[in-house]
């Protein structure tokens, strides 16, 4: 008979088993909020806009990401490297995962970022906002990609993936610049939320649900800082195969975070809070005019400057004698928009920082 396998448990010689449960766990974490956001986004707007697509893409490298780690664990990854034979440390190095899973923690961070920009630049319709959000997304884009540049060549060819041999660069200094960076570009995705909503003429209580689903990126900010703590830790140590097991943790907490609190504005508690916040237009986006379940902030122009430049044609719209214009819809519906100016001097003439802004509008149903 053959005798059993010994069971993996966690020891203090071996970490292994725990960061494959961890990971395991956390992956699942990370898709069971992406087919949350899925199926909100199905149930309230039926289509998908580019933060998604980016979030899809980045739920792709996270399970790669989770899967590369595995494979460290089952090739030596928890365990003292004196208790492993020359054969399973040269696997261990050979295999690559380390390199391979920095590049995929590298590039799925700045997708999750990006994800979460596109979809503060698609709710506001404030060009300053949005200047911010660009100018926010573009640092993010090329710090990233300078950053996987530097991570992929760390060492000298042809095998810029092993790390024990002379020729790398600082790993230190340069995972702990890529640290502090991480910290700053999350800071400003806590900053910018809250300067957006401010703007939002809402109730307060709807302004905290909007702002807190966004706020929820803390928990970002202190796993990276925990990363960072764990990693200058094992800097510098012989022990890599052992003392490197919580700084990939530390990592993949870091990431599946940055994913799921990605997610969390996509729900539908936020998404009411927005449209009542904003401009109540689900039932224009029912009937493919657009409205906020679907980022269409660009409807308020549509809606407001839209005119026909054939004379011939009927415009949709009709003035009434308070200033606003009906909206014909199908199945005698019409909406009432209307803008209210504010022509007082006295008054801030910065129409985004006043009540010029503010859109009123009436729905009109009639059955026959």
């Known amino acids: 008979?053959?005798?059993p396998q010994p069971q993996r448990v966690d020891t203090p010689s071996n970490h292994g088993p725990i960061v494959g449960v961890m990971t395991w766990f956390l992956l699942a974490t990370t898709i069971c909020a992406v087919i949350a956001r899925v199926a909100t986004k199905l149930a309230i707007s039926?289509?998908?806009t580019s933060d998604d697509f980016l979030i899809f893409v980045a739920l792709g490298l996270s399970i790669g990401q989770g899967v590369s780690v595995i494979l460290q664990t089952a090739n030596g990854l928890g365990k003292h490297a004196d208790t492993l034979s020359a054969p399973q440390l040269d696997k261990f190095?050979?295999?690559?995962?380390?390199?391979?899973?920095?590049?995929l923690f590298v590039l799925n961070l700045c997708l999750a970022k990006l994800s979460v920009l596109q979809m503060l630049g698609a709710i506001t319709p404030i060009k300053t906002h949005i200047r911010m959000v660009v100018g926010v997304g573009a640092f993010v884009l090329v710090w990233s990609l300078a950053s996987i540049f530097a991570a992929a060549f760390q060492c000298r060819l042809p095998k810029p993936w092993k790390?024990?041999?002379n020729g790398c660069i600082d790993r230190t200094g340069f995972w702990d610049s890529y640290g502090a960076l991480n910290l700053v570009t999350e800071a400003?995705?806590?900053?910018?939320?809250?300067?957006?909503?401010?703007?939002?003429?809402?109730?307060?209580?709807k302004k905290t649900v909007i702002f807190l689903c966004f706020a929820s990126r803390i928990v970002v900010l202190a796993a990276i800082i925990v990363q960072l703590v764990y990693h200058n830790h094992a800097a510098h140590t012989s022990d890599i195969t052992f003392k490197m097991w919580p700084v990939v943790l530390s990592a993949q907490t870091v990431q599946s975070l940055s994913i799921i609190t990605a997610c969390i504005p996509c729900l539908k508690p936020f998404l009411e809070s927005l449209e009542s916040g904003m401009l109540r237009s689900d039932d224009l986006r029912r009937r493919g005019i657009g409205g906020v379940y679907g980022y269409g902030s660009h409807n308020l122009t549509?809606?407001?400057?839209?005119?026909?430049?054939?004379k011939k044609e009927k415009s949709p719209?009709?003035?009434?004698?308070?200033?606003?214009?009906?909206?014909?819809?199908?199945?005698?519906?019409?909406?009432?928009v209307s803008v209210n100016r504010n022509d007082d001097p006295?008054?801030?003439?910065d129409s985004q920082k006043s009540s010029a802004r503010i859109i009123k509008y009436t729905r009109t149903f009639s059955v026959e």
Not at 93 to 103: C, E, M, R
Not at 302 to 310: A, C, F, G
Not at 317 to 336: C, E, K, M, Q, W
């Open 346 to 349: 006295k008054r801030d003439s």
């Open 188 to 205: 400003a995705l806590l900053a910018l939320p809250l300067i957006v909503v401010w703007k939002i003429h809402t109730q307060p209580k």
């Open 93 to 103: 190095f050979k295999k690559q995962y380390d390199y391979i899973s920095n590049l």
């Open 317 to 336: 719209f009709a003035s009434d004698s308070s200033g606003g214009r009906h909206y014909r819809l199908p199945n005698n519906i019409s909406t009432v």
């Open 1 to 3: 008979m053959s005798s």
């Open 302 to 310: 549509h809606l407001s400057s839209s005119r026909s430049n054939n």
């Open 163 to 165: 790390v024990t041999e």
């Open 46 to 48: 039926r289509r998908f």
